[in-house]
């Protein structure tokens, strides 16, 4: 449970500072797709994370 908890923590920073970057450079910027996979990336870790515990528990 506390890996998840970090990786939410992690999404939401990355989240502010996708939204920040594109706000100053705009949806285009090289910098602004690339946090854009990171967190794609992220929130793809949190959903195998969240299959992964919620299978561990019907175990």
């Known amino acids: 449970m506390k890996g998840v908890h ?4 992690k ?3 990355t989240r ?3 939204n920040e970057r594109a706000r100053l450079f705009g949806i ?3 910098e602004v797709l690339e946090k854009s996979q990171e ?3 992220l929130l793809n870790a949190y959903h195998r994370a969240l299959n992964d515990e919620g299978n ?3 175990q």
Request: glycine share 0%; charged share 60%.
């Open 16 to 18: 502010a500072e996708l």
């Open 56 to 58: 561990h528990w019907a």
């Open 28 to 30: 285009r910027d090289k």
């Open 6 to 9: 970090k990786l939410r923590e």
């Open 11 to 13: 999404i939401e920073e």
């Open 39 to 41: 967190l794609d990336r």
